[in-house]
């Protein structure tokens, strides 16, 4: 869907949801004048261009149309046959380093001699044993930002993260859209730890095994191939369950609630296979990598009323993760000012989760746990508050601490950007903005105190002055463009006149 402004997810379980090439669909509802109308849209793909399927709630497909869905689906599963990928791919190791090719365009490993019939394609030749285990840095990132953009993480940040869950003596690691964590384990901790990825790109079939690899859907939790459930489930139970992370990079343009539930269904299942009680210690760790801003978010909306933990119960960690192929989620000099607002938000207590201090994080004793440099402890919030990357500063009349290029402002009665527009609100269609309810506007609703009704009746007072003041003051420059225009024509056809008479007295 290309605009998902007004538009929410409708909780219940999408086992039983028509299905589209991707799994299961999503129950969708659009606000359209104060009235909720229900759709099953595709889960992965956020533009119809991409997975064209759509049916009203309540609606039943046409048996054509069942028929060609089921096509559709066979077609787009069958494209990778993981069995026999992975037989090629172990003849593909035997053979010399000069024989080894792979079509871009045909997403398969091909062998030199079978190069002629993929003479228009983009191929790389001769691919090394490094090459071979490594296919992050083989293919080709997926780009499109409404279906499966690809943004990989670092060295650093891969090496970083690795260094964390060895220090916590982790075990089993569930590599969630990790694909670089995937394979930074494979490559050196093998003796160490064991790695499942699970991931939406299918080309990984090429590289990975059936018991390393799963072609998977995290928006609802959809596996395409039935066997990879059972090596799925096998993994959460190795070891007793025992030092078991989850570690999950989303598409940052996804939506948060079907995540969050994923998350939680797989959390419960793992308690369930392990046969342990929610009241035990007993849980899943988990690091899910998220921007920073997208914490209000998480904590409201990543879960229906009935849902507890999910993303809900996560809390921020101050390491910045950082991308290959990303222009702003970087630390280095040509990134983002203060760095990468990427972060892990995770349910391993933070005075656990130590950062490198080669980068300069710090660990606060006062709120024991470790945080960047820039951050530091204020005495009147009790906590290092610090988010983005800069120093913040303590706002006595707010309360709290804000950004450093907040000032208070009188009129909004809170800090705001030095040049900001007193009164303005965002908007999303279909909602209240003071209580969140649907079925009336902020300056209908109940809950909101008359002064502060008859304030914003005072800016849109102002607004529509304003806007009065410079259309009058346009009509004014018109008019007064207007008359130079005349005078100029004026005086050139007096100067006219009198150049005709002086040629008719020359005569």
Known sequence: MNDTRGIEIMWENPIKHPQCPHGPTLLFGRYVKNEIKKFYACSACRDRKLCRFYLKYGQELLKSQKRMWMLENKKFTQHYDHQKLYIHLNKFKITPVTSRCYCHNCERLIFDSEKDMHMDHEMTQNLTDYQMCHPTELLKPLENAKKEAQYLFSKKSTEDIINMLLKLGAKQILCVGTPRIHEYIMEHHTDKMSSLLLDFDGRFHNFFGPLDYCWYNLFNHHFFNEDAINVFK??????????????????????????????????????????????????????????????????????????????????????????????????????????????????????????????????????????????????????????????????????????????????????????????????????????????????????????????????????????????????????????????????????????????????
């Open 234 to 507: 096998d993994f959460l139970t190795q070891n007793e369950g025992k030092n078991t992370y989850l570690i999950c990079d989303p598409p940052f343009g996804g939506r948060l609630e079907p995540i969050s539930y994923t998350i939680k269904t797989i959390s419960d299942l793992y308690i369930t296979l392990n046969k342990h009680n929610y009241n035990d210690k007993f849980f899943l760790k988990i690091m899910f990598i998220c921007p920073y801003f997208m914490e209000h978010i998480m904590k409201e909306k990543s879960n229906p009323p009935h849902v507890t933990g999910g993303l809900k119960d996560l809390k921020m960690s101050d390491y910045k993760v950082n991308y290959d192929n990303h222009p702003l989620f970087i630390s280095e000099r040509h990134g983002r000012k203060h760095g990468s607002p990427v972060r892990i938000f995770t349910n391993i207590p933070l005075n656990l989760l130590e950062l490198p201090l080669s980068d300069g994080y710090k660990f606060c004793e006062d709120c024991e746990k470790w945080v960047s440099s820039e951050n530091k402890h204020c005495k009147k919030c009790k906590e290092c508050t610090s988010k983005d990357g800069q120093t913040y500063k303590h706002c006595d009349i707010c309360q709290r601490c804000v950004k450093p290029s907040w000032k208070h402002c009188q009129i909004c009665k809170r800090c705001m950007l030095e040049k900001h527009m007193c009164g303005s609100i965002p908007n999303i269609g279909g909602k209240c903005f003071n209580c969140d309810k649907i079925g009336h506007t902020k300056k209908e609703c109940p809950n909101l105190l008359s002064t502060e009704m008859t304030f914003e009746r005072d800016i849109k007072k102002r607004k529509a002055n304003y806007k009065l003041k410079t259309f009058f003051s346009k009509k004014s420059k018109v008019k007064h463009f207007k008359e130079v225009i005349n005078k100029r024509e004026v005086l050139k056809l007096k100067k006219k006149n009198l150049n005709n008479k002086k040629s008719q007295q020359t005569k």
